[in-house]
């Protein structure tokens, strides 16, 4: 019996001490990696764990937070609002701008107006509904880059086709394939 209740003490002494010594509050708080690669070590079964090694990866890969590492933008397309539209060229008109703007605005005006499912331009517009500046690199027959604004919207007349879409929307990469056969708007929100 004496020998059973030492055998217990010990195992039981063994235990306590291979246990994490970090909380899970504390793991949530902290980016560093041996705080967080200890708790995942000595609890793999927590429910939890599977978040800390994605946490655990990002800070040795990069000392970022897991989710600023994992963000990816998401794009919502939707039809394009051509009286809207019409309104925002009009303001643009009425107000000095270089003769650059101008003739942007007389191709997007032309090919408002002009209804030929046989045209081989499209208009793409492109909102940002993020803090951070855009540079929209789009690629395919021809390479565009379009400059947009925080918080602001900006479009782009391209030929017909298939085209890749890049950016980086606050750190978040964003890539997409589209096909481009018709007048789209694509909407970037920003990374959650």
Known sequence: MKKTLYLFIFLLSVFSFAQSKYTVQQVEKSTNAQVIANFVKYNPNHPRTPEFKRKLFAVINNDRPAAQKASVAKPTVTPVNKSKLKTEVKRDIAQNGS????????????????????????????????????????????????????????????????????????????????SIKKDIVITLNAPK
Not at 116 to 142: E, F, H, R
Not at 167 to 174: G, I, L, P, Q, R
């Open 99 to 178: 003769n650059v703007k101008h003739k942007r605005t007389a191709d997007l005006l032309n090919h408002l107006f002009n209804s030929d499912p046989n045209s081989s331009t499209a208009y793409v517009q492109i909102v940002n509904k993020s803090k951070c500046n855009l540079i929209v690199k789009i690629s395919g027959k021809k390479f565009y880059n379009l400059d947009v604004p925080a918080k602001n919207q900006n479009f782009i007349m391209v030929d017909k086709g298939n085209y890749s879409l890049t950016t980086s929307v606050c750190d978040a990469k964003y890539s997409s394939s589209k």
